[in-house]
């Protein structure tokens, strides 16, 4: 049996829910900036996904599992009416828990293109999958860990996850495609400088799908990092429109 997620909450509990999903890699802390510009207003929930963060473990990793361990997490926690944001890999797990669940109410996109048709990652990437696993023994080092805290706390068998099985699952049903399905409102919040997607390329085929798309000027691929007030005032905003 798997262990139940680590959750982090934030904000009035009786007030609207927002939903934060870290992307790979991550955990709870990559949204430390965005979560003080919310919490007044809404009840910010934040998870460590599996094979991450506090929650850790092994088995489970792909979008849809993560997203029904989530899905059991907010139940848990009286959650409904959900805005659920994910950035990079979150994406596919916001999308996912939307498809299974009647618990989200809007969808939020940061800094993912629909799939890998035009991704560019950096050198080496592809040998993460053997790799991994020594890096983050390195990164666990006491003098090396505060420079990779999240790297080091990520299992191994995610960069499989992440850089061999989702690129065929992303192939198959994209996310753009996924959003149409859905037709939720949905947000989708790229950064204009991010060196892993093409920003026009994805911008113009999640503007096909009826998305609203915003890009942020001076900003790379962790845009809620770089820019918490612009990320912040976007997400109020589509929370204001109903």
Excluded: N
């Excluded at 910010?44 to 849809?64: I, N």
């Excluded at 666990?140 to 989702?166: E, K, Q």
């Amino acid at each position: 049996m798997t262990a139940p997620l680590h959750v982090r909450e934030d904000g009035p509990p009786d007030a609207p829910v927002v939903l934060l999903v870290h992307g790979f890699c991550g955990s709870v802390r990559s949204y430390d900036r965005l979560v003080p510009l919310l919490a007044d207003d809404y009840r910010v929930v934040r998870v460590d996904l599996r094979g991450h963060g506090s929650t850790g473990g092994h088995a489970g990793l792909d979008a849809f599992s993560q997203a029904s361990a989530l899905a059991r997490a907010l139940k848990e926690l009286g959650c409904s009416a959900v805005t659920a944001v994910g950035h990079s890999f979150g994406a596919d797990v916001v999308l996912a828990l939307a498809e299974q669940t009647g618990l989200v109410e809007r969808v939020v996109v940061i800094g993912q293109a629909p799939d890998y048709s035009y991704a560019t990652f950096p050198p080496g990437h592809g040998l993460l999958p053997w790799v991994g696993g020594p890096l983050r023994l390195l990164a666990s080092l006491p003098w090396v860990r505060r420079f990779g805290a999240d790297f080091a706390a990520t299992s191994p068998a995610m960069d499989r996850t992440v850089l061999v099985d989702r690129r065929h699952a992303l192939a198959a049903r994209p996310l753009d495609v996924q959003l149409r399905e859905l037709g939720l409102p949905a947000l989708v919040i790229l950064g204009a400088r991010d060196t892993l997607y093409d920003c026009a390329k994805t911008a113009a085929r999640y503007a096909a799908v009826g998305a609203r798309v915003e890009v942020v000027a001076g900003a790379g691929h962790s845009v809620a990092g770089a820019r918490p007030a612009e990320v912040a005032l976007l997400l109020r905003k589509l929370l204001a429109d109903g």
